[in-house]
């Protein structure tokens, strides 16, 4: 699909007044990319448009977190995620982003628009646990599909637990 470098440990950060933001098709391949979103993923609008957004997924991410993602913006609703992108050349950022769903004018949706914003460092250090565990979790699972149903089941059951939706549990951290 797209070639991914190697994840290195240094960080791309970018201004608390910039917002990233991006647009994809129903099937999540970008159709609209910022200035923003290109300088900090290290790519020109050419290199991204066309491809999944998943071009800046960084492996440190549960898949469980874009499960939840993608079943709450197919079913219509917006979400607040923490994310921790990569750029082109390795190097990550953390965002705090905002997706909503695109409608037309039938009201179907026609695709997916996301606002990020530079995250608190204290709303990193709050879901870098829980993204460890989910991700400790996916890897206990010889199987990928097993794996992510455990990680997916593990996070929805602590949010049943706080009675919490995810967008909530979100901004009960460092947000």
């Known amino acids: ?7 290195l440990n240094e960080e791309i950060k970018f201004g608390v007044d910039e917002i990233i933001v991006s647009k994809t ?29 998943a071009i800046i997924r960084h492996p440190d991410m549960p898949r469980a977190v874009f499960k939840l993602l993608w079943e709450t913006i197919k079913g219509g609703n917006e979400i ?10 390795g190097r990550y950022y953390w965002v705090i982003a905002h997706v909503t ?44 599909k097993d794996g992510l149903a455990a990680s997916y089941q593990y996070l929805t059951d602590m949010l049943a637990e706080k009675q919490v939706s995810y967008s909530k549990f979100i901004w009960s951290t460092g947000e």
């Open 80 to 89: 607040f995620a923490y994310v921790k992108n990569m750029s082109a050349t």
């Open 101 to 144: 769903p695109s409608f037309a004018p039938d009201g179907s949706i026609s695709g997916f628009h996301s606002n990020r914003r530079c995250p608190s460092r204290k709303g990193i250090s709050d879901i870098e646990p829980l993204y460890q565990r989910l991700l400790d979790e996916e890897r206990k699972h010889s199987n990928p």
């Open 1 to 7: 699909m797209f070639d991914r470098p190697s994840p």
């Open 25 to 53: 098709d129903t099937r999540g391949y970008l159709t609209y990319a910022n200035d923003v979103f290109c300088r900090v993923a290290e790519m020109s609008t050419h290199d991204v448009i066309g491809k999944p957004h």
